[in-house]
């Protein structure tokens, strides 16, 4: 057997090796992208907030949505770059139903209400381990999914690296320094506090290290030490590098939220024709490249900037037109390199990113998204409002588990409690819990339990 070869069988290992049902042609990864879409945390997604609340619109994208935007934004890098036969790289890339599954789960672990909902849990869990979206997606797929009884879906060893977009624990990663710059009067409210200074370190639970090890196990020591290396910032510290099917869907995941947030933004209204030019106004440069392509590839020598920004800003057949050639922009200037990080395997050293001038294009358009959609200040009150249902919900149930949590996440909680003796297992459960719900059941909980005229002991969340 080839080295290559070997290796490859190495990434398709699984925690618990299950024998295949009779007749099974499936390769291993197109079992793990069937298991990523029939697992209830996939379907939750479909209630979950992207960047705008819930039940406000019928049109924009919920994390569901996104989730399955950036799986195809993730397969056409995928194809584009394995047409090119001249590359030597060529041979590492993912399969379609390897990339695909990794990038209709990256967004598995995010808790209700958005990024508001990921600090309020890291708040509440910052003395029992922390709280991360993506270190939870890790939980879940190894973990807590129904699929197998402590494996979670029991994805591939290659599956799992994929999904491990920080290799660095939490432990290893906090600055409590930071945390403490947020001052809490002792005459305010617990759930009352600044996100800015509770946001979590980039990393995977502790608690989650036996999931870390297996995919680890697969690699030289050496390799290993260098792939988890860290850098201090100002908050946390951060983990240096990615794999390559990591890098393919981290970059999938920048191209879906620049462009498609962009295009819900235009609908709604929420970014004017004013806005675009005085954003644009000296940096209408950064466009030239995409121009020209357009012109190249479409063979129209007339089309310009300012017919880009007519189309945006037109019909919506027009809007969706421009935002695809923006979209297939991004994935025809995609390019893989050897990060030159010292590592011999090839998952662990080389990535794909954008051609430089893709990658300005594209942050100066998120910048655009980030001031007038993301810190909106209605948008902002809607996940002020998400974090203190989240913080008073870890609040109540944490004060009297046995009197809040549903049967099930009692007898985990016990267990738990049990099995490790420490505060951290419990809460943990608890923040698990929290963690898997939508958006409506953790509203509807909220009320239940705090409002007076609300809830019934016949009524199902």
């Excluded at 421009?322 to 991004?330: D, E, H, K, T």
Aim: glycine share 6%; charged share 25%.
């Amino acid at each position: 057997m080839s080295g290559i070869t070997n290796q490859m069988t190495i990434l398709q290992k699984r925690r618990e090796q299950h024998n295949k049902h009779e007749k099974d042609v499936r390769t291993e990864y197109d079992r793990d992208e069937a298991r990523v879409i029939h697992s209830p945390a996939f379907r939750r997604l479909q209630s979950k907030t992207q960047v705008l609340g819930l039940g406000e619109s019928d049109f924009y994208r919920t994390r569901l949505t996104h989730s399955m935007e950036v799986a195809q934004i993730g397969r056409g890098i995928v194809q584009f770059l394995s047409a090119d036969s001249n590359s030597k790289y060529q041979q590492y890339l993912p399969c379609a139903s390897l990339i695909s599954a990794i990038c209709l789960a990256h967004d598995i672990g995010h808790p209700p209400f958005g990024h508001g909902g990921e600090v309020a849990l890291n708040y509440c869990m910052r003395e029992y381990g922390g709280f991360e979206g993506n270190g939870q997606t890790l939980r879940i797929l190894g973990k807590l999914d129904k699929y197998t009884v402590g494996y979670g879906i029991n994805p591939t060893r290659r599956m799992l690296l994929g999904v491990l977009k920080y290799p660095a624990s939490y432990e290893k990663c906090v600055n409590t320094q930071f945390y403490e710059q947020n001052e809490i009067c002792p005459q305010e409210p617990y759930w009352l506090f600044k996100a800015e200074f509770n946001k979590p370190p980039k990393c995977y639970h502790k608690t989650d290290q036996d999931i870390v090890d297996f995919i680890f196990d697969g690699f030289e020591d050496k390799d290993v030490k260098i792939f988890t290396e860290i850098e201090q910032t100002k908050s946390h510290a951060k983990s240096l590098y990615k794999s390559l099917d990591c890098s393919i869907m981290n970059l999938a995941d920048n191209i879906s939220y620049s462009l498609h947030d962009l295009e819900d933004a235009l609908s709604l209204g929420m970014i004017s024709k004013q806005d675009w030019d005085a954003h644009f106004q000296e940096h209408t440069h950064l466009f030239d490249d995409f121009i020209s392509k357009v012109k190249q590839i479409h063979e129209e020598d007339n089309f310009s900037y300012e017919q880009l920004v007519q189309g945006l800003f037109g019909e919506s057949s027009r809007r969706k037109r421009s935002i695809g050639a923006l979209v297939n922009y991004m994935i025809t200037n995609t390019e893989i390199y050897d990060v030159g990080n010292g590592c011999e395997h090839f998952l662990l050293t080389l990535n794909v990113k954008l051609s430089d001038e893709a990658e300005q294009l594209r942050d100066k358009i998120f910048s655009l998204v980030k001031i007038k959609v993301i810190n909106d200040v209605n948008v902002q009150q809607l996940e002020f409002k998400g974090q203190k249902v989240i913080v008073e919900l870890f609040q109540a149930i944490s004060k009297d588990p046995e009197r809040f949590l549903p049967e099930t996440t009692k007898k985990r909680w016990k267990a738990a409690i049990e099995a490790e003796q420490t505060e951290s297992a419990g809460k943990r459960v608890i923040c698990d819990y929290i963690s898997g719900m939508t958006d409506d059941y953790a509203t509807r909980l909220y009320e239940k339990i705090y409002t007076p005229t609300k809830g019934s002991i016949f009524e199902r969340l």
